[in-house]
């Protein structure tokens, strides 16, 4: 309560001094111009290149920073940027981007930019990455989670400036998932002009606490815990904001969120609860969008009974998804029939749906030669995720599902999360509930880290599956920049899946966001941070 009621006092505090001696007719349009997000928390940074978590990433991505493409449409094409375009040669293995000259940084009081973005910032941007020599690589402790996990070193063989607005990747190998990995919310473009800056005053950690971008908001003040004050960029490349400020009001209370909406303390609140109430209200409007994520039971294909596809086609068919989603998502989640959602492109729509059979997964079971059935455990993940909010939970309602096929489930779910996976990652599980958040739409952010050989080895497949025919599928799609051809090899690869079982996917979880009805414009994505740059008051 204490908390509260000082977060209400200091943002009433920051409106007034900054409404200071205007007239009523001044602090009515400044009201009209201006929205307050309830965050679920604080971020860690202010660079989305360094940290990835959710909270990070919709206080900074979309608000702060411009990449040189971008996502679009219905369809999440790859679109235009901070690059107005860009050449593939036909190879896939140069990738030309001829950058607009109109961009401005934010100027701000720790920083005034003297020219606009040019050629020198992008390759800044991602040399901090790529090489390990550079100044600012091992600032902020020199973690790029994103660009590690798809191995961006591996497929970059150098980044070289043609001219001062004109940037060439070269790869080592083609890679038709290079563009989404460098329209994602991660990929963002830093001021090397401010890097030079902040060198010259021995203060280089400060690139990720005190932002420069060319986002359409610019930060003005940050209290930890408290809230973040963003004002508009003035001069920003595209449609200049419809709001003069926006405010991340941090509160990590459910509750606390919830309440703040009813009284009108909050324009917008991050994952609301009590969503019966909130469609109640005419005042109030409930978003949902089915995310980029998939939650599943894995199992370990290098121990038995879990080697043998006819076992796993049986506990497959065995599993009640529709409970599940009543019971663990309350049917906010959309049941997976593969482990990518049927809003990507590649999903496939002639795929045909899981069954629900307890009389098939008996006949299997005796057909693999277990007619008396089996004893085996199932990991449940100690803590909450989006695509799975109670995984012990849905390991009792599997764990009776299987008992129906005599199938006798032990359920473990009593180590840390460190722990968990470090014993998963070894193999120690013979089945695991689990899933996976995409980072980006394409169909490879799925396939490959989740069932390729290569993960399987590194252990980061938690199925241990490997299937040379799968392998070369997705290694074809990555090699072509040809759509209908990259969509047939996936549709043979989720027939794979499908006929191979290695996982049983049961949910695409939904995102949801609450607000006032007279707040306007697209605010949520079915991935990546939440993006303010349409948002308007009425």
Not at 235 to 261: A, V
Not at 407 to 413: E, P, Q
Request: proline fraction near 5%.
């Amino acid at each position: 309560m204490l908390h509260a009621l000082i977060n209400r006092y200091l943002l009433s505090i920051t409106l007034l001094l900054l409404i200071q001696g205007c007239n009523n007719e001044d602090t009515n349009l400044l009201a009209s111009k201006s929205i307050i997000y309830c965050s679920e928390g604080s971020p860690e940074g202010f660079n989305p290149q360094i940290i990835t978590s959710g909270v990070t990433v919709d206080a900074t991505a979309n608000q702060l920073y411009n990449r040189l493409i971008t996502f679009s449409g219905p369809e999440n094409d790859i679109a235009p940027s901070i690059a107005k375009s860009w050449h593939v040669t036909k190879d896939g293995k140069r990738i030309t981007f001829y950058l607009r000259k109109d961009v401005k940084f934010h100027t701000t009081e720790y920083f005034t930019p003297s020219r606009n973005l040019n050629a020198d910032d992008v390759l800044f941007s991602f040399n901090r990455i790529l090489d390990k020599q550079n100044e600012y690589h091992y600032i902020s402790g020199g973690n790029y989670p994103f660009f590690q996990s798809v191995e961006f070193d591996s497929i970059v063989e150098n980044i070289e400036k043609i001219n001062d607005y004109t940037v060439r990747f070269t790869l080592k190998r083609a890679d038709s998932s290079i563009l989404a990995n460098l329209a994602t919310d991660f990929a963002v473009i830093l001021s090397e002009e401010y890097a030079q800056h902040l060198s010259d005053l021995e203060s280089q950690q400060q690139i990720d606490i005190l932002p420069v971008g060319t986002g359409p908001y610019k930060l003005k003040e940050y209290r930890a815990g408290s809230f973040i004050r963003y004002i508009a960029h003035n001069d920003y490349w595209q449609t200049k904001p419809n709001l003069e400020q926006l405010i991340f009001d941090i509160t990590p209370s459910n509750t606390g969120r919830l309440t703040k909406l009813l009284a009108n303390e909050c324009d917008v609140v991050a994952y609301p609860i009590a969503h019966n109430k909130i469609i109640e209200r005419p005042d109030l409007t409930l978003d949902e969008v089915t995310s980029f994520n998939v939650g599943y039971l894995g199992f370990n294909t290098a121990r038995p009974p879990f080697n043998n596809k006819l076992v796993r086609k049986a506990i497959s068919l065995a599993i009640n998804k529709e409970a599940i989603l009543e019971t663990i998502y309350f049917g906010k989640a959309d049941k997976a029939n593969t482990i990518i959602p049927p809003t990507s492109w590649a999903y496939d729509k002639t795929l045909p749906e899981q069954e629900y059979s307890v009389s098939k997964a008996v006949r299997l079971l005796n057909q693999a030669g277990y007619p008396d059935g089996f004893a085996m455990n199932i990991w449940a993940m100690p803590v909450q995720r989006s695509y799975n909010p109670d995984a012990l939970t849905m390991a009792k309602l599997i764990q009776g599902d299987l008992q129906k096929i005599g199938v006798n489930v032990t359920i473990t779910s009593n180590y840390e999360w460190s722990m968990f996976l470090k014993l998963v990652a070894e193999g120690e599980h013979q089945a695991v509930l689990l899933g996976w958040s995409a980072d980006h739409p394409d169909p490879d952010n799925f396939l490959t880290p989740l069932l390729s050989c290569a993960s399987a080895l590194k252990g980061n497949s938690r199925t241990f599956w490997c299937n040379q025919q799968f392998d070369e599928l997705i290694h074809n799609a990555l090699e072509t920049s040809d759509l209908t051809k990259r969509k047939a090899y996936y549709a043979q690869a989720l027939r794979i899946i499908a006929d191979e079982a290695p996982l049983v996917p049961i949910a695409h979880s939904k995102r949801y966001q609450a607000r006032n009805s007279n707040i306007k414009g697209k605010l949520l994505n079915t991935f990546g941070g939440i993006n303010f740059t349409e948002a308007s008051k009425n």
